[in-house]
Each structure stands twice: as structure tokens, then as C-alpha cells.
């Protein structure tokens, strides 16, 4: 099957009732960037996973990372010369904020140059891992689209967002030809 989305979780991965969890289950050719330590995250072995699952995918693939998997994206788009059709980042996690993992290496300096595909930075009023003055810099700093999803946390399963029906209109805004089956349809199409 052709591989159209890959998920790119944060720090411990993204359980059942998180969002990207939910789209790997119903919208076919969506996979997982997995990642050899979840919880003592390298920010080189994360972007070298990268690496390999788009260079599997092809160009027409779009991210959707959530949290510190939205800096290694920004990471690896300064390193790779693959492209693809864009990136949904939502809730990036701000290295400088006072929540930020400390098992966490290598993710800084955070790359603060354009990226060189079309993208989508998600953040919210009350995010505790990322402020909303630290989202928008982000946006304007990679060139994203800002979205302010308003008081909804770090935007994870916590959030109680589901299946996160905006978020799939923001993905396929990204990949215009992507296609979800089922009644999930029906309710991002309202």
C-alpha cells in the first residue's frame, strides 16, 4: 500500500486514544515513524528515522508530527534533501519552556529557518509544554500556517479531541488528494 502520511509522535509515543493513534487506524496509508527510545529521545536517531520512512515513502507524503517530533521535523528539513508535500506540526515543544523533557538531547538549537515545504503549525492558548508567544514564533519562523486551536492543551489524547475531525481538514489541506473512508467522512466534510 502506498504510504500517503506518516505520524511522527512525541516523547513516550502516542497511545490508543490519541489522534494520531486513531488516523493510523482508519485512514489507509498512514504509518508510524517509530523510534528506537521513546522515552530518552536523540533528536539524530529521530531525524534519521525520518530520513528512512520518507525516503521509503516518496515525495508525495505529508508528516503529521505531534509535540518534540515537530522539532525533529524541523531538524531534518535543514539535513535532507527529499521532499514532500507537507507538514502538519501540532503542539510543538519548546525547548526553552520550563516543561521541557530532560532526557531529551540534541534538540537544540532550534532550527529557525523556512521550511522548504508547505506547512501547518497547530497551537493552543494553554499548552504547558509550548506558549502560544513560542507557536506562533515557531509558525513565522518555518513558514507554517498558524492555526490557534484555542484552550485545548498540548492537543493529545488528554485533550479529548477523538478523532480530531479539524485535524483532518488541516491534513488534507496538506495533501489535497487524500481520501477517509467511513463516517469520519461525513463529519469532516460539515
Not at 158 to 164: I, T, V
Amino acid at each position: 500500500m502506498e504510504i500517503k502520511v506518516l505520524t511522527a509522535p512525541g516523547l513516550g509515543s502516542s497511545g490508543p486514544s490519541h489522534w494520531q493513534t486513531l488516523w493510523e487506524q482508519f485512514i489507509p496509508g498512514t504509518k508510524r515513524i517509530e523510534q528506537a527510545s521513546w522515552d530518552s529521545p536523540v533528536c539524530t536517531a529521530w531525524v534519521m528515522h525520518i530520513e528512512r520512512e520518507v525516503a521509503a515513502a516518496g515525495p508525495g507524503v505529508v508528516i503529521a508530527a505531534h509535540s518534540l517530533a515537530c522539532l525533529a521535523v524541523a531538524h531534518w528539513a535543514q539535513q535532507t534533501k527529499r521532499s514532500i508535500a507537507g507538514a502538519l506540526l501540532v503542539a510543538p515543544a519548546d525547548p526553552n519552556g520550563p516543561h521541557f523533557p530532560k532526557t531529551a538531547a540534541g534538540f537544540e538549537p532550534v532550527p529557525h529557518t523556512r521550511l522548504p515545504f508547505k506547512s501547518i503549525l497547530v497551537g493552543s492558548t494553554n499548552d504547558e509544554y509550548c506558549s502560544l508567544d513560542r507557536a506562533t514564533y515557531f509558525a513565522a519562523s518555518w513558514g507554517s500556517r498558524f492555526v490557534n486551536l484555542g484552550a485545548a492543551g498540548h492537543i493529545n489524547a488528554n485533550s479529548g479531541l477523538g478523532e480530531w475531525p479539524a485535524g483532518l481538514h488541516l491534513l488534507q489541506e496538506l495533501n489535497g488528494g487524500l481520501l477517509i473512508p467511513g463516517t469520519i467522512n461525513t463529519k469532516i466534510n460539515q
